[in-house]
């Protein structure tokens, strides 16, 4: 039975990851931040359904901590690790940089040098960013495309990065880098822009919102769906050889073009409810993102299956039954009404 190792498995990609995972056999390693607000929701279904067999086990640790990293690895010597684990809300990286920097530079760092020392042919996925591009030039990005980091999470995800190759081809770590464009689902953090639309579309057509305030409209990306990307990196891993591969749909779309389908779902006029505020936009923008993923479908056969209209469909559906639930709280007296969200 192969050993896996996810640190940020309580993340959206988490989730997905440890799941395939645990389908294929797996001896899943969870590693989780010890902290006052100990969340473990997205995963609980997993637990429960591994609590038996203890395929699935959570250890606590902490990314800042090279010997607390060390001592994990140590002791699971697991056959694969899955580097997740980071600050990853770009906004909350300008308020926060300090912080930001030290969970993917020293994190990644101590898990390296673990593999390093640890004697055993460890592979190692590197969760890189789609944001290291900048996203300047209305093309599409691969491999080779040069990186222009807009924010200190996007700086600190570039040395992550730029270490995970060093480490390949100075100590030769089967390590790689994954350039993931924005990847979405019904799980992923309600502080993301696309599903604060999601879950104001659900709630607005529940009738218990009644405006989603945003910041710029216009900013294009490249969306898929993370259970998708989550079979990429996987895939990744079992290739022949180390490399760095960029996993995308060769598709963007703007915030404002999500909106419209997100809000037509329920046959409703995006223009209606939708406000921009500055203060809601980054100080400084990532305009466009898209994606060129033909190598990872030459040589790992991998391609997004899940289309844009899909993912919005599927994210749209899941938070308006969401919506259904805070309802039936408000109206039964279990639930304090908020009549206007914004977000």
Not at 9 to 29: H, R
Not at 118 to 132: C, N, P, R, V
Request: hydrophobic share 35%.
């Amino acid at each position: 039975m192969k050993k896996a190792l996810i640190t940020g498995i309580t993340g959206q990609d988490g989730y997905y990851l440890s799941k395939l995972l645990l389908e294929k056999g797996y001896q899943v390693y969870g590693l989780v931040r010890r902290s006052s607000q100990f969340n473990t929701t997205r995963i609980d279904e997993l637990i429960s359904e591994n609590q038996a067999s203890k395929n699935l086990e959570l250890f606590f640790s902490d990314m800042t901590d090279p010997t607390s990293i060390s001592s994990l690895i140590n002791s699971l010597m697991p056959d694969e690790i899955y580097n997740l684990a980071a600050q990853s809300h770009v906004a909350v990286s300008f308020v926060n940089p300090l912080y930001t920097s030290e969970v993917s530079s020293l994190g990644t760092i101590s898990i390296l040098e673990s593999i390093k020392n640890s004697g055993k042919d460890i592979k190692f996925y590197q969760a890189s960013s789609s944001e290291m591009f900048g996203g300047e030039i209305e093309e599409k990005l691969l491999e080779s495309s040069e990186f222009n980091p807009k924010s200190p999470y996007a700086a600190a995800k570039l040395f992550s990065h730029n270490i995970t190759k060093i480490y390949r081809e100075s100590y030769g770590i089967f390590a790689v880098n994954g350039i993931l464009f924005n990847h979405e689902s019904p799980v992923r953090g309600e502080t993301f822009v696309t599903r604060k639309i999601s879950r104001a579309v659900g709630r607005i057509n529940q009738e218990i919102q009644t405006k989603l305030t945003l910041g710029n409209l216009s900013a294009k990306r490249d969306w898929g769906f993370a259970g998708d990307y989550v079979e990429g990196m996987h895939s990744m891993l079992q290739y022949d050889k180390p490399e760095d591969w960029v996993l995308a749909t060769g598709e963007t779309h703007s915030v404002s073009e999500f909106c419209e389908l997100a809000f037509s779902h329920f046959d409703l006029n995006w223009n209606e409810y939708v406000e921009t505020n500055e203060k809601y936009e980054r100080p400084n923008e990532v305009k466009f993102l898209l994606g060129d993923y033909s190598k990872a479908n030459d040589l790992l056969g991998w391609k997004p299956k899940t289309s844009f209209k899909k993912l919005v469909e599927m994210m749209v559906n899941s938070d308006n039954n969401l919506a259904k639930s805070e309802k039936l709280l408000i109206e039964t007296g279990m639930l304090k009404p908020t009549w206007e969200y914004s977000s």
